[in-house]
């Protein structure tokens, strides 16, 4: 039996990982993680039974300890207990369905004790990606990409020659705004940017997609996971999200995975990869369907996604800022406390004002997120 840990159980992804478990019913769970939603973890604790279980605050593990007390489940906190999870030495792999940065350490803690690693949580590799690909190897481990677009991209390059890989085609919907110009994003709420047209997510990934970050992120993703250059990155605007991305060869054939818009397609065959298990779910239907469209993304009226270009282009500590003043601003946005196109303007000021780090070390990594953070909340007073 297949040995899981998940770090962000009680998320989109984490969630739709315990129901792929359910479902095919052989997949032991051995430890999860979550923030603060105990009320749902105690559930998934006592579905799946897992032997250790981390929450976030020392206050919500109390609590956690106290609802599940008649179990022998062991609760850990803080940034010890993510650690422990990705550690234990029980399971084989690591889901990283956490959100944000917080996700490197308990990563590489993963990678060191040998865990292959099914990673959802992309901000790991978009700011640590020149450090965990390499370890990657060194521990002979796995990185299994859960992102629809990349888990579809390692999908197009099965049996093929990596170095006759020409370009990776990322595909994008545009996101709720898509067709809009700055004058009539300037002034939309919260409320219309987490309406994501073809998927249901975690709300930080959701704005990331209306601001199109998202997208700039993946690109920086895909450039780590399969060792390719940023320019060699196409985003391709397909708004009904059923090509999931493509590849060009170096004899021009194209090579894409397409599919209906769901989450568990790309979960399921990181756990079980490289076997296909049957998933039920609605299928294409090509007749119905009639037409797969395409466009050129707006990097005019969407800086967030010309940005994420130039912050791959730089290289270094770059990225991290990137991704640090985007987690920052769009928490903010979400509080209500900036408006939609603040979110790339603080980005870009950040970026702006940052002396880049060359190859910067984990501790770097995250004394660049802590600098930002601290930037930002002087910016506003
Ligand atoms: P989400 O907000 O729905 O879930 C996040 C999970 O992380 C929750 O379980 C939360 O409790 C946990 N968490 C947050 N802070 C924590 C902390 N300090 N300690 C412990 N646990 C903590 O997010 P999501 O949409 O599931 O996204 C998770 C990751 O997967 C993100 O990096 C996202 O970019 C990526 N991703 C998501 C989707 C999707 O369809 N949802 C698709 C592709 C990639
Ligand atoms: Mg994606």
């Known amino acids: 039996m297949k040995k899981v840990a998940i770090l962000g159980s009680t998320g989109s992804i984490g969630t739709q990982t315990l129901e792929i478990a359910r479902t095919n019913g052989d997949l032991e769970i051995t430890a999860l993680a979550a923030g603060s939603n105990v009320e749902r973890l105690e559930a998934q604790i006592r579905e799946f039974r897992p032997s250790l279980a981390a929450v976030w ?6 609590e956690l300890k106290s609802r599940i007390r008649d179990l022998d ?3 850990v906190t803080g940034m010890e207990g993510l650690i422990e999870v990705a550690e234990q030495p029980e399971s084989g792999i690591l889901v990283t369905a956490i959100v944000g940065m917080i996700g490197i350490r308990p990563t590489i803690a993963a990678m060191k ?9 992309k901000e790991t590799l978009v700011t640590a990606g020149h450090i965990i690909m390499p370890l990657a190897e060194e521990c002979g481990v796995r990185i299994l990409p859960v992102d629809s677009e990349h888990s579809a991209i ?15 085609l ?28 073809n998927w249901s997510m975690g709300r930080k990934i959701t704005i990331d997609s209306a601001t199109l970050v998202n997208k700039g992120l993946e690109m920086m993703e895909a450039r780590w996971l399969f060792g390719v250059e940023p320019q060699d990155i196409k985003i391709v605007v397909q708004p009904k999200s059923i090509i999931h991305s493509m590849v060009e060869f170096a004899d021009g054939a194209v090579i894409a995975q397409l599919g209906t818009p769901d989450m568990k397609l790309p979960i399921q065959y990181a756990l079980y990869y490289p076997q296909r298990r049957y998933l039920p779910g609605e299928r294409l239907d090509f007749w119905k369907l009639g037409q797969i469209t395409f466009e050129e993304p707006d990097m005019e009226n969407f800086p967030g996604l010309r940005l994420a270009f130039d912050a791959a282009a730089a ?6 800022v990137y991704n640090a003043a985007n987690e920052r601003a769009v928490a903010l946005f979400l509080d209500r406390k900036i408006r939609f196109l603040e979110i790339p303007e603080l980005i870009e000021r950040c970026m702006e004002e940052h ?8 501790e770097e990594i995250l004394q660049t997120e802590a600098e930002v953070y601290e930037r930002i909340e002087q910016m506003r007073h």
């Open 315 to 320: 290289g270094g500590s770059l990225p991290t």
């Open 154 to 168: 390692f999908q197009c390059l099965n049996g093929e020659n990596r170095c006759e890989l020409h370009k990776i």
């Open 113 to 121: 004790a040998g865990k292959d690693i099914a990673l959802a949580n």
């Open 355 to 362: 002396k880049a780090v060359k190859a910067p070390s984990v």
């Open 57 to 62: 605050a020392e206050e919500k593990a109390k």
């Open 73 to 75: 489940v062991r609760v």
């Open 170 to 197: 990322l595909t994008a919907s545009g996101g709720p705004f898509r067709g809009k110009k700055k004058e009539e994003l300037r002034e939309v709420q919260v409320e219309d940017a987490l309406k994501h047209p």
